[in-house]
């Protein structure tokens, strides 16, 4: 087609108007090394690495270029190839993507003692004292994205069956996920309440595996289809309405289990029947008919939204967040510029690529203060984590929050109104 409607909407191209960092120019590539005319060479890993992968232009493509998979499959090709191969990065995929996000058990035990180290006052002494300076430069500059760790995970706040408030009408299962479990269990405690509070029983699986969306979007394929595998393997789809995902980045792999798993004939049914469940939190509530809260008394804060990539881009779940926004009471919706454009953040883009993540991250956060909320609400881990470290940067303390929680919390306020 590269009928070049994608450009504009396409924050890497806009950083450099320079065609190769375009959608077009991607693609292009990519039909060059498939037809044999052109090398699969380091720089066109380098440049398959400098998409955000933010499926903007999935959104402005008028013939529907399923470029997610396009994308997924040039990054599978890039590491097959190991055309960005060094002793360094091979070391740090071998202890996360190959290595804790594989072992969910693991996972938690690095998670608590990241909290020890944080709770014990050693993170801090340890940046007062400057020994950060002592970490390999790639460590030194991940440090001060080192996310706090809840003191405790989702096993810890939710039970494994939630009944239904006000008799049953669905029977749902939540997945905690797995950077989301270790930093914002908070959320999934908040989304268990929620789904409990409009007729659902909440199923929450312990110690629940990585979706494997971080391998599928870091060219590790075969990982991906073990992990989903093992979802299956656990989870059967059939006894459940819904399977709910919070996390934008999760959702928008977890509903493509069925492209995922459609050359494996003895799991090709389940993933079907899995991603024909899968729902976004936001979009489950508005389908069922979610109550608004009641609360006369909340006080008016002005609240704006800022859409994950892969919410809005990869699932097509925009107008949901906001009708729940909207029906809190108290809340004023404002709306701030480019709210459907990244933040930097694309999964580990901002440890991959931190000069551009860098840019996005500032022009976002001067759209988010520029709309004169005091909440942002915004409903994916890794954005969380990107606008909460911009705003400190920049000095300015707006409350970030996913919007489930602001729900979960009108709703804790109604019951502490409510005459006994
Ligand atoms: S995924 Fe995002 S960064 Fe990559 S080509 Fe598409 S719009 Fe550009």
């Not at 002005?302 to 892969?310: A, D, G, M, N, Q």
């Amino acid at each position: 087609m590269h009928c070049g409607m994608c450009l504009p909407d396409c924050p890497t191209y806009n950083e450099t108007g320079r065609e190769r960092n375009s959608p077009r120019g991607r693609i292009a590539l990519m039909r060059g090394i498939a037809d044999g005319e052109l090398e699969a060479s380091r720089e066109f890993a380098g440049e398959m690495s400098y998409c955000l992968g933010c499926l903007a232009c999935t959104s402005a493509c008028p013939a529907g270029v399923d470029y997610a998979h396009l994308l997924e499959s040039a990054r599978a090709e890039v590491e097959d190839r190991g055309l960005l191969d060094t002793p360094w990065r091979r070391a740090v995929r071998a202890v996360t993507i190959h290595g804790l996000f594989l072992r969910p058990r693991l996972l938690r035990a690095a998670g608590r003692m990241l909290r020890l180290w944080q709770a014990s006052g050693m993170q801090s002494a340890s940046r007062r004292l400057g020994l950060v300076r002592l970490l390999p430069r790639p460590l030194r500059e991940a440090e001060p994205l080192t996310p706090e760790i809840q003191a405790r995970f989702s096993d810890e706040r939710i039970e494994e069956i939630t009944p239904a408030r006000g008799g049953r009408r669905h029977r749902v299962l939540l997945l905690t996920g797995c950077v989301q479990d270790l930093v914002f269990s908070d959320v999934n405690q908040a989304t268990a309440e929620v789904l409990a509070e409009n007729g659902c029983e909440v199923v929450t699986p312990r110690t629940q595996d990585c979706c494997g969306s971080l391998h599928a979007h870091n060219g590790e394929i075969e990982a991906a289809k073990r992990l989903a595998r093992r979802q299956l393997d656990a989870i059967d789809p059939e006894s459940y309405d819904a399977i709910i995902s919070n996390a934008g980045g999760c959702g928008s792999h977890l509903r493509h289990y069925d492209r995922l798993l459609a050359e494996e004939p003895q799991y090709r049914e389940r993933a079907a029947a899995w991603s024909r469940r899968l729902r976004d939190i936001h979009e489950w509530l508005v389908e069922i008919g979610f109550r608004a809260p009641l609360d006369p008394a909340a006080a008016v804060r002005r609240v704006t939204y800022h859409e994950s990539c892969h919410l809005c881009h990869g699932q097509g779940v925009s107008r949901q967040p906001r009708e729940l926004l909207g029906a809190l009471p108290g809340v004023e919706l404002v709306e701030s510029a480019d709210a459907t454009t990244c933040c930097g953040s694309a999964g580990i883009y901002n440890l991959t690529q931190p000069e551009t993540a860098t840019r996005l991250q500032q022009r976002k956060v001067g759209h988010l203060l520029d709309s004169g909320a005091e909440v942002i609400a915004t409903a994916n881990p890794g954005c969380h984590l990107q606008i909460g470290n911009g705003l400190r940067e920049a000095g300015r303390q707006p409350r970030v929050v996913h919007p489930v929680v602001l729900l979960a919390e009108a709703y804790r306020r109604e019951r502490e109104r409510a005459p006994e």
